[in-house]
Antibody
Framework: QVQLVQSGAEVKKPGASVKVSCKASGYTFTSYYMHWVRQAPGQGLEWMGIINPTGGSISYAQKFQGRVTMTRDTSTSTVYMELSSLRSEDTAVYYC?????????????WGQGTLVTVSS | DIQMTQSPSSLSASVGDRVTITCRASQGISNYLAWYQQKPGKVPKLLIYAASTLQSGVPSRFSGSGSGTDFTLTISSLQPEDVATYYCQKYNSAPNTFGQGTKLEIK
């Protein structure tokens, strides 16, 4: 069965960076794009970007351009999302999510979420 | 970028009611529209994709319709377990923007 297991909660100071991992199992890692979505406390879902694990092609939401980096390690079936220059507004649960089919498709599989808290 | 606007932002309905949530795209997206359900403290769950295709295991009281810019999610007979926030999302091309969400409560 498809499983996406994310790294644990993080507490960071403003201006720092955070790197969240998402280890995939139960399917061919290179066949499916991976997305990152975040949700601030009491707020809605916010799409951050998408990475193609095969060629590494990436698309980021404009809001995060210049601050976010998504990478993948095919040897460990893991994708990473690094967000820099953190501010309090970045406090949120960060999810990785996989589409239901190849290419850009709806998100049928989700990680458990990683809470990132930005506080001085 | 294409914006996704849901209405209403919240609604309250009685068990057994027919409930409709709408989602409007600022430009046409064909049928590349998905609906998700998120219960409090839980991970979002895919309900419907391709505007009207029910994801496996989703109760048949949920249905979706629409194409182009206007879409609807309908719950034919509201059940207590349907209390959740519902989101639409476009996926024709990145960015895969979500709507702002509709919080559904039981009256």
């Amino acid at each position: 069965q498809v499983q996406l297991v994310q790294s644990g909660a993080e507490v960071k100071k403003p201006g720092a960076s955070v790197k969240v991992s998402c280890k995939a199992s139960g399917y061919t890692f290179t066949s499916y794009y991976m997305h990152w979505v975040r949700q601030a406390p009491g707020q809605g879902l916010e799409w951050m970007g998408i990475i193609n694990p095969t060629g590494g092609s990436i698309s980021y939401a404009q809001k995060f351009q210049g601050r976010v980096t998504m990478t993948r390690d095919t040897s460990t079936s893991t994708v990473y999302m690094e967000l820099s220059s953190l501010r309090s507004e970045d406090t949120a649960v960060y999810y990785c999510a996989r589409g239901i089919a190849v290419a850009n498709t709806p998100l049928g599989y989700w990680g458990q979420g990683t809470l990132v808290t930005v506080s001085s | 970028d294409i914006q996704m606007t849901q209405s209403p932002s919240s609604l309250s309905a009685s068990v057994g009611d027919r409930v409709t949530i709408t989602c409007r795209a600022s430009q046409g997206i064909s049928n590349y529209l998905a609906w998700y359900q998120q219960k409090p403290g839980k991970v979002p769950k895919l309900l419907i994709y391709a505007a009207s295709t029910l994801q496996s295991g989703v109760p048949s009281r949920f249905s979706g319709s629409g194409s182009g810019t206007d879409f609807t999610l309908t719950i034919s007979s509201l059940q207590p377990e349907d209390v959740a926030t519902y989101y639409c999302q476009k996926y024709n091309s990145a960015p895969n923007t979500f709507g702002q969400g509709t919080k559904l409560e039981i009256k």
